[in-house]
């Protein structure tokens, strides 16, 4: 077998003066695998501690023990880091810019100054309502600076914020408020987007009739439209940031105290609830942040992510922030009011690094260079991708039509559970390959299993599945109420790693390509989907028996959802009948669940034992059958041919 290896794509030849130099990242990655002690004592410093740390790194990953610390008997408070610390020599710096929809509305400009006095009036009306340390707090909101006021105010108390993505159905919103145990929702009237609003405050208001009535709702009149309200539960919080003080005192919290739950999609079951701590996180996010995007004093960073997932977290919110940096919030989407927006406002604000994902360059691809070209796109000097491979061609038009052939792109591989990228280029210092994630971080230790026996593979030209060797600052600690589901999803299977439940190749050059989820998780538009939830959804239905969810490759979308229905007898399989699941996975879930091809399926093909074979129904959604593998386990092998007949994504 010949192996085609992809040349480097040169750093281009105008960037210079970067943080790290070429010579640097080998010589910084070796230090901080062989002795991370030192490595991450030095780096922990980046951070104001009001007790320092003596202790770096205590981290286990044997099955059955895992425990993982950083920092452990430090003290400090996320909020100052953000805010605080900055006000000396930045007050009057905007740390937020906010764009809001409609791009005739003037954005807003925030200032250091500005976001402490917010974070502090509402850190100040948690306190009021009976808010406190250890408390969970939902956060329900869009795009809006209010969403950054939410999540800073409850690290300020030492609550634990839990944000939602809006996106989310009201059945979705329940089910964490419930397995977080909540105190307390925050939300807003109507969201915009797109020209459009979505009620926000009737979502919750479903979701908090799931829930026990001590469950407080403060809603953010955001746009003054007129919602439902219930005296006594909701709270109309703007107004009582005006009337509590502009002060409140940071609470002093542990290293190890957790920061955030963030809700993720798993292969099995309900999704979890992803636990990461104040100090390692902040730590890694803020480090990652600076070094993977170049970051300088005076760059304008703009992170078109949702605040809903983690790349919200950590590059919209807390790495510039702690990095005193300048942020956009953008309210809107790519295409509204025309395909010429992100690159409207880049030219507005003269964003220095922008970073999105693969299917928002796919789809904007799609509609003609003219609508970048026209724009001076000359303050941008780094651009990044995120959530999902991306494509060479979509690399190479990123690259020429964005970045002008000037800026290095970081295409970063990471996770909800790793706090911070993992396996990415640095600008400026390690050379691209397009559709590579290129090579660990510091700290980082990638090795490429086996998926059968678990044993490392070691050289380059290899593949196989992508663990991790041992533990970073920014690793998630626990799945919150269930550390023996953490072990169990992450451990249990390649004992003394962390797996990923990503596949991967490393190239000849030792370059690592992601290949995709290797477990029932797709990767819809970059965001992770469980098929277990969406066939959960789709059987809820009264008139589903039984229901079969995989992906397939969607030009767009990166990946599509697929969904195989048995319907019970008697029920007419109908195209409004489709078009009525449809409808019905978005309500119970929210519109990313919604399946793009349902096809139905008479009979699922089954293991003897019962066992759905997904590998079979892979390939017919892939539209490649040719080779289905053994299927002499089949209880009835019949039932293929018939899906095949009747499959629904022909090429
Ligand atoms: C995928 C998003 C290839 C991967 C930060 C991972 C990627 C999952 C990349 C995590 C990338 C993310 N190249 N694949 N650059 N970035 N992924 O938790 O399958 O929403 O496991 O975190 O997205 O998705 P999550």
């Known amino acids: 077998m010949t192996v085609q290896i992809i040349p480097k794509h040169p750093i281009p030849s105008g960037f210079s003066d970067a943080l790290v130099k070429p010579a640097d990242y080998a010589l910084l990655y070796d230090e901080s695998i062989r002795d991370p002690d030192s490595f991450w004592g030095r780096e922990g410093k980046r951070l104001d501690w009001i007790h320092p740390y003596s202790k770096v790194k205590d981290t286990d990953f044997t099955m059955g023990q895992v425990s993982i610390k950083w920092f452990e008997d430090g003290m400090l408070n996320a909020s100052v880091n953000c805010i605080d610390r900055h006000l000396a020599t930045r007050a009057d710096q905007t740390a937020i810019i906010f764009e809001p929809d409609d791009p005739k509305a003037t954005a807003r400009h925030i200032t250091y100054a500005k976001l402490s006095e917010k974070v502090n009036r509402f850190a100040n009306v948690l306190l009021s309502q009976g808010v406190m340390r250890g408390d969970r707090v939902i956060i329900y909101l869009p795009m809006i600076p209010e969403a950054a006021y939410a999540i800073l105010a409850c690290a300020r108390i030492g609550a634990v914020h839990s944000v939602v993505f809006a996106g989310f159905s009201p059945d979705a919103l329940a089910s964490r408020i419930n397995d977080c145990g909540a105190k307390l929702v925050v939300t807003a009237d109507t969201a915009p987007r797109g020209g459009r609003r979505t009620n926000l405050k009737s979502n919750a208001d479903a979701a908090l009739l799931h829930c026990s009535d001590r469950v407080r709702c403060l809603v953010v009149k955001h746009t003054g439209d007129q919602t439902t309200w219930i005296d006594g539960r909701d709270v109309d919080v703007l107004k009582m940031m005006e009337e509590v003080g502009p002060d409140c005192p940071p609470r002093p919290m542990n290293a190890e105290d957790p920061l955030f739950i963030l809700y993720t999609s798993g292969s099995t079951g309900r999704p979890k609830g992803v636990v990461h701590t104040t100090g390692g996180?902040?730590?890694?996010?803020?480090?990652?942040?600076?070094?993977?995007?170049?970051?300088?004093?005076?760059?304008?960073?703009?992170?078109?992510?949702?605040?809903?997932?983690?790349?919200?977290?950590?590059?919209?919110?807390?790495?510039?922030?702690?990095?005193?940096?300048?942020?956009?919030?953008?309210?809107?989407?790519?295409?509204?009011?025309?395909?010429?927006?992100?690159?409207?406002?880049?030219?507005?604000?003269?964003?220095?690094?922008?970073?999105?994902?693969?299917?928002?360059?796919?789809?904007?691809?799609?509609?003609?260079?003219?609508?970048?070209?026209?724009?001076?796109?000359?303050?941008?000097?780094?651009?990044?991708?995120?959530?999902?491979?991306?494509?060479?061609?979509?690399?190479?038009?990123?690259?020429?039509?964005?970045?002008?052939?000037?800026?290095?792109?970081?295409?970063?591989?990471?996770?909800?559970?790793?706090?911070?990228?993992?396996?990415?280029?640095?600008?400026?210092?390690?050379?691209?390959?397009?559709?590579?994630?290129?090579?660990?971080?510091?700290?980082?230790?990638?090795?490429?299993?086996?998926?059968?026996?678990?044993?490392?593979?070691?050289?380059?030209?290899?593949?196989?599945?992508?663990?991790?060797?041992?533990?970073?600052?920014?690793?998630?600690?626990?799945?919150?109420?269930?550390?023996?589901?953490?072990?169990?999803?992450?451990?249990?299977?390649?004992?003394?790693?962390?797996?990923?439940?990503?596949?991967?190749?490393?190239?000849?050059?030792?370059?690592?390509?992601?290949?995709?989820?290797?477990?029932?998780?797709?990767?819809?538009?970059?965001?992770?989907?469980?098929?277990?939830?969406?066939?959960?959804?789709?059987?809820?239905?009264?008139?589903?028996?039984?229901?079969?969810?995989?992906?397939?490759?969607?030009?767009?979308?990166?990946?599509?959802?697929?969904?195989?229905?048995?319907?019970?007898?008697?029920?007419?399989?109908?195209?409004?009948?489709?078009?009525?699941?449809?409808?019905?996975?978005?309500?119970?879930?929210?519109?990313?669940?919604?399946?793009?091809l349902i096809q139905w399926a008479p009979g699922l093909p089954k293991t003897r034992s019962g066992k759905i074979m997904r590998r079979i129904l892979r390939k017919i959604a892939e539209d490649d059958f040719g080779a289905l593998g053994d299927t002499s386990t089949l209880a009835d092998p019949g039932v293929i041919d018939e899906l095949i007949q009747n499959r629904a994504n022909r090429g």
């Open 281 to 596: 996180y902040l730590v890694y996010a803020a480090m990652t942040h600076e070094y993977v995007f170049d970051y300088k004093d005076g760059d304008i960073f703009w992170c078109t992510a949702d605040v809903g997932w983690v790349t919200g977290h950590s590059y919209i919110i807390y790495g510039p922030l702690a990095n005193g940096a300048t942020t956009v919030m953008f309210e809107g989407v790519p295409t509204y009011p025309d395909p010429g927006r992100f690159w409207d406002v880049c030219d507005k604000h003269k964003v220095t690094q922008f970073y999105t994902a693969p299917t928002a360059i796919r789809a904007l691809m799609g509609q003609g260079s003219e609508w970048v070209d026209k724009h001076d796109l000359s303050s941008l000097r780094v651009l990044g991708t995120v959530g999902e491979p991306i494509n060479p061609e979509a690399w190479v038009w990123y690259d020429h039509h964005v970045g002008r052939g000037r800026c290095p792109i970081v295409d970063t591989w990471w996770q909800t559970e790793t706090g911070g990228h993992m396996i990415t280029s640095l600008p400026g210092a390690i050379e691209t390959k397009p559709g590579s994630a290129t090579l660990p971080f510091f700290g980082v230790k990638p090795k490429v299993l086996d998926p059968t026996s678990g044993q490392i593979i070691h050289g380059n030209g290899v593949e196989g599945v992508l663990a991790i060797a041992d533990s970073w600052p920014g690793q998630m600690r626990t799945v919150w109420g269930d550390h023996e589901r953490f072990m169990e999803t992450y451990f249990q299977q390649y004992p003394g790693y962390y797996f990923t439940g990503d596949g991967c190749r490393r190239d000849e050059d030792g370059y690592y390509w992601i290949t995709g989820r290797v477990d029932d998780v797709i990767n819809v538009s970059g965001h992770r989907m469980g098929t277990a939830e969406v066939e959960n959804a789709l059987v809820a239905h009264e008139k589903v028996a039984e229901a079969a969810v995989v992906g397939y490759p969607h030009s767009l979308k990166g990946q599509g959802i697929y969904a195989y229905v048995t319907l019970i007898n008697g029920a007419d399989p109908s195209d409004d009948l489709k078009r009525e699941l449809e409808t019905w996975v978005r309500t119970e879930i929210g519109p990313i669940a919604k399946p793009d």
